[in-house]
């Protein structure tokens, strides 16, 4: 039987998850990660799904999927999405979309980074994983 767990991945270390809403929203120019998620090695592979759903001004958002080698100690980018500054398009997005990306989960651990430009913006995002097994 195939197992299915769909994450938010826009959550902070220091968030309280329960109380997320409907998004991230970013308003200055910086660099976040989200919390580690141990719990996705228990999963063969993942989607994940990039949605920016407000935005106004002038943006950028950079968001990549890492995984932690336990051996080097470092992170290394699992998923890369194509640099955002709009509003995703309607849905349903295509299976080929630039807002998806698809990865095998071999690491332990993950967590996404997003790094925002140009200050005097605001832009509201949902990073959502969808891990499962074969």
């Known amino acids: 039987m195939a197992l299915k767990l769909t994450v938010a991945m826009w959550a ?3 968030d309280n998850e329960q109380s997320l809403g409907a998004g991230r929203t970013v ?30 001004g002038t943006f950028t958002l950079d968001v990549t999927i890492q995984g932690f ?12 999405f194509p640099q955002q500054s709009a509003v995703s398009p309607a849905s349903p997005v295509a299976a080929n979309s630039a807002l998806v990306q698809s990865a095998t989960l071999d690491y332990t651990r993950y967590r ?16 959502v994983a969808i891990a499962h097994t074969e």
């Open 12 to 14: 902070l270390a220091s």
């Open 27 to 56: 308003t200055t120019a910086a660099t976040a990660l989200s919390r580690e998620f141990p719990e996705f090695s228990r999963f063969a592979k993942a989607i994940f799904l990039l949605d920016v759903a407000a935005a106004s």
């Open 69 to 80: 080698n336990e051996a080097s100690g470092k992170w290394h980018i699992v998923a890369t």
């Open 112 to 127: 996404a980074q997003w790094v925002t430009t140009v200050a005097g913006y605001s832009a509201t995002f949902t990073l």
